[in-house]
């Protein structure tokens, strides 16, 4: 299967500035990426597929970008409700594997 | 937007089989347009993605869960299932199930609120 390595594991940001979160695939998954957002006690979300395609409501702090092996998450000035665990998703292969999350906390 | 709702018991011993079902209302599991998902995350963990059924029943499973799964849709009652024998603590998670979209490639874009498994003797 093929491994997604998030990174950092927890990335600290004051709100206002910009976040940006990593992930890489063990190989190549094209543009077939997704990301999800996911707050405490709820479901996850989607924010991202096709690596840089915003989902619908999603605000336009958020972007993505990459391809093949190295993807982008950017949040442009965080928001309180921003703070989150963010997990990367290739949907390329299966199985579909997600990575292990960041979580991206107030500073 | 679709509703996915999942239902089923929260509680069960190890070696006995979880059985989960997903509510679709504001949609069609007959839809060719989506397939239908599982995906659960034990506590304090990631996220694992179980299986994925299309509305024909052509169904795709996590090799490291093969052998144990098995999802099922009923068209006529617009929901989709999860069969998942032997469970043992380690199956202790919330499930979530998925709608996917896309073309060619899939991404869940609609997900149900969850549900609580424990297993526990």
């Known amino acids: 299967e093929k491994v997604m390595t998030q990174s950092p594991a927890t990335l600290s940001v004051s709100p206002g500035e910009r976040a940006t979160l990593s992930c890489r695939a063990s190989?190549?998954?094209?543009?077939?990426l997704a990301w999800y957002q996911q707050k405490h006690g709820q479901a996850p979300r989607l924010l991202i597929y096709?690596?840089?395609t915003r989902a619908a409501g999603i605000p336009a702090r958020f972007s993505g970008s990459g391809s093949g092996t190295d993807f982008t998450l950017t949040i442009s000035s965080l928001q309180s409700e921003d703070f989150a665990v963010y997990y990367c998703?290739?949907?390329?292969?299966?199985?579909?594997?997600f990575g292990q999350g960041t979580k991206l906390e107030i500073k | 937007q679709p509703q996915l709702q999942e239902s089923g018991p929260g509680l069960l011993k190890p070696s006995e089989t979880l059985s989960l079902t997903c509510t679709v209302s504001?949609?069609?599991?007959?839809?060719?347009?989506?397939?239908w998902a599982w995906i659960r995350q034990p506590p304090g963990k990631g996220l694992e993605w179980i299986g994925t059924?299309?509305?024909?029943?052509?169904?795709y499973y996590n090799p490291s869960l093969r052998g144990r799964i098995i999802m099922s849709v009923d068209t006529s009652k617009n929901r989709f299932s999860l069969n998942f024998t032997s469970v043992a603590a380690a199956d202790t998670a919330v499930y979530y199930c998925?709608?996917?979209?896309?073309?060619?490639?899939?991404?869940?874009?609609?997900w149900g609120k969850g549900t609580t498994v424990t297993v526990s003797s």
């Open positions: 998925a709608r996917e979209a896309g073309d060619g490639y899939y991404y869940m874009d609609v």
């Open positions: 504001g949609g069609s599991v007959s839809s060719d347009t989506y397939y």
């Open positions: 059924i299309y509305y024909s029943g052509t169904t």
């Open positions: 190989q190549g998954v094209s543009i077939h």
């Open positions: 096709g690596a840089s």
């Open positions: 998703q290739q949907y390329n292969y299966w199985p579909y594997t």
